[in-house]
């Protein structure tokens, strides 16, 4: 089996940490994040800030990750923000409204938008439909 393309470090103070990933997370590393990520929980850390600058490539089981690890953290009483996402990961968190594990986003509002996309002028009811367009031209049926 290879090795997951993945490098963790793990710098803590007191009670934060500050934990900087390098390379993919996908299927085959997620694995060793949502490990990473647990072990501070039982370390007793409550603050947790992920680096994600050296990360290349970041698929939904990476997301999942993530998201695993911050209701766990949110139900210990601590936080944990991601910070300086790929574009992949940044648009996997926009689509699927995952914006507060962003830095300085909190729980319930929008994300900023990635890259050069221009931000809403009004926010949207995270109920609303949304109506059903044609993705095909001609007559496909």
């Given at each position: 089996m290879p090795l997951p393309q993945l490098t963790v470090h793990r710098h803590d103070l007191r009670n934060r940490a500050l934990i900087t990933l390098a390379g993919e997370i996908d299927l085959e590393s997620a694995p060793l994040v949502r490990t990473e990520l647990a072990r501070c929980l039982s370390d007793g850390i409550r603050i947790v800030d992920v680096d994600l600058t050296p990360v290349t490539f970041c698929d939904c089981s990476g997301l999942n990750a993530f998201l695993y690890a911050s209701q766990r953290t949110t139900e210990a009483g601590g936080t944990l923000r991601l910070h300086h996402p790929p574009r992949t990961l940044s648009l996997i968190l926009d689509f699927t409204?995952?914006?507060?594990?962003?830095?300085?986003?909190?729980?319930?509002?929008?994300?900023?938008?990635?890259?050069d996309v221009p931000a809403p002028t009004a926010q949207a009811s995270p109920q609303r439909s949304v109506p059903l367009a044609a993705v095909l031209s001609g007559d496909v049926r």
């Amino acid at each position: 089996m290879p090795l997951p393309q993945l490098t963790v470090h793990r710098h803590d103070l007191r009670n934060r940490a500050l934990i900087t990933l390098a390379g993919e997370i996908d299927l085959e590393s997620a694995p060793l994040v949502r490990t990473e990520l647990a072990r501070c929980l039982s370390d007793g850390i409550r603050i947790v800030d992920v680096d994600l600058t050296p990360v290349t490539f970041c698929d939904c089981s990476g997301l999942n990750a993530f998201l695993y690890a911050s209701q766990r953290t949110t139900e210990a009483g601590g936080t944990l923000r991601l910070h300086h996402p790929p574009r992949t990961l940044s648009l996997i968190l926009d689509f699927t409204g995952c914006g507060f594990l962003l830095l300085g986003v909190p729980f319930g509002h929008p994300a900023p938008p990635p890259g050069d996309v221009p931000a809403p002028t009004a926010q949207a009811s995270p109920q609303r439909s949304v109506p059903l367009a044609a993705v095909l031209s001609g007559d496909v049926r």
